[in-house]
C-alpha cells in the first residue's frame, strides 16, 4: 500500500511539467529502484523518465509496453516526423551493453510498435552489443533517423579506440526505411 500510495504521490508530482535534468530527476525518484528490472524498477524507471521528458509516468508506462522493455531504457525521446508523433526508445539489455532501438507511433491514444533497429552482422538478434563503448544513439531531422553505434577493434576489450557506424533512414509515414 505505501509503494502504491507513494508512486500515485510521484506521478502528480511529475505529471505534465517542463523536461529537467539527468541530476534533477535522480534526486526526484527513490534511490532504491528494487531489483534489476522488476516491476519496482520498471515503475520508478518510469518516474525518472516522465522527469525528464516533462511527461506523465503513466505515458511512460505506455510506452515501455508498446516496446515491450525487458532490459532498462538508456533513452526515451518523443519526436515528431511529418505530422506524426513517435518515440524513440533506446533499451540497453545485458552486461555486454547490447542496445535496441524500437520506434513507437501514436495511433489515435494508443502507442504502436513502427520500426526496430535491424541487428548489426555479428551482434545479438535485435541489439548493438557495444560492450565498453559508448551505448547506441539515435536522433531525427525532419523524416531521417540517424542510428549511430560504436565499436572497438577485437583486442580493444576497453573501447579506448572507438569506431562510430552511422546508419540513416527515412520514415516513409508508417516506418523507417533504410537510405542506400
Request: glycine share 10%; charged share 20%.
Amino acid at each position: 500500500m505505501g509503494i502504491a500510495l507513494f508512486l500515485f504521490a510521484a506521478s502528480v508530482v511529475f505529471a505534465q511539467q517542463k523536461p529537467k535534468s539527468h541530476e534533477q530527476c535522480l534526486n526526484q525518484v527513490p534511490g532504491d529502484w528494487g531489483p534489476n528490472f522488476g516491476d519496482k524498477w520498471h515503475q520508478t524507471e518510469a518516474l525518472y523518465w516522465a522527469c525528464r521528458n516533462g511527461v506523465t509516468a503513466e505515458t511512460i508506462k505506455a510506452w515501455q509496453k508498446a516496446a515491450e522493455e525487458q532490459g532498462m531504457a538508456s533513452e526515451i525521446k518523443p519526436a515528431t516526423v511529418a505530422g506524426q508523433k513517435l518515440v524513440l526508445f533506446v533499451e540497453d539489455g545485458g552486461t555486454a551493453n547490447c542496445y535496441g532501438l524500437t520506434v513507437l507511433r501514436q495511433v489515435g491514444t494508443t502507442w504502436i510498435k513502427a520500426w526496430e533497429l535491424p541487428s548489426r552482422k555479428g551482434d545479438e538478434e535485435g541489439y548493438y552489443c557495444a560492450g565498453n563503448c559508448p551505448g547506441l544513439e539515435a536522433a531525427t531531422t525532419g523524416e531521417i533517423l540517424t542510428v549511430r553505434s560504436a565499436s572497438s577493434g577485437e583486442n580493444d576489450e576497453h573501447c579506448k579506440h572507438v569506431r562510430w557506424e552511422t546508419e540513416r533512414f527515412r520514415w516513409n509515414g508508417s516506418t523507417f526505411l533504410p537510405l542506400k
